[in-house]
């Protein structure tokens, strides 16, 4: 399995990128939000991938972050999504967004990425609203972007601090990765759980999130 590549970017194309790893050139498939992101012809860059095989093919996809790719993966195994899909609603929404849509069960928001229909859209949420904590809960920024000159640089992995072992440590983890300020969020989900002391955690974080959506 590969599972991350580190390398200069020979070409950008509208679906994938040509990364040329000391000498050996991978074709990468990425989201549009990913592939804007990137830097130019000629720069260094790492991704996380995931590689898919089947019978008659082979595909490598990458990401910038690691909850990125655990959403991919996630996404892919929902009955009728594939990569593609998944790309699409991972260029739409972003990982922070897939988090808040499944999280609240939004799943108008998952519709709107491109050849995603309502069906499909309501079963990823239902499929995947009791995993959404333990990903939001992963921690770990962007891959980084290499310097020109350093496409042989060693870029320590990201790593992924277990879960807390309470549902409101849970839910606050999950939301301070989603970028809420701390007080912000031990508010919400202090309040989350005086409503509901025996909630979980994806009961508290989706009520703390409606909590903090913007009013009006």
Known sequence: MIGKLSGRIDYKASDHVLLDVRGVGYLVFCSDRTLAALPGPG??????????VREDLMQLFGFPTLVEK???????????????????????LGPDGVSRAIALGDWNAVKAAKGIGPKIAQRIVLDLKDKA??????????????AAGDADAVIEPVVVSAPPSSAQA?????????????SDAAAAVAQAAGDAPDAD?????????RLLAPKG
Do not use: C
Request: hydrophobic share 55%; no cysteine; aromatic share 4%.
């Open 201 to 209: 955690a994806p009961a508290l974080i989706r009520a703390a999130l």
């Open 43 to 52: 720069e260094a860059v790492a991704l996380f991938t995931d590689l898919v």
């Open 70 to 92: 655990e959403w991919h993966r996630l996404l892919m195994s929902v009955q009728g999504v594939g990569a593609k899909a998944s790309l699409a609603i991972l260029g739409t």
């Open 170 to 182: 849970d839910a606050l983890s999950a939301l301070g990765n989603l970028g809420y300020a701390p």
């Open 133 to 146: 904590p333990t990903v939001m809960a992963m921690s770990g920024g962007p891959a980084e972007v290499l």
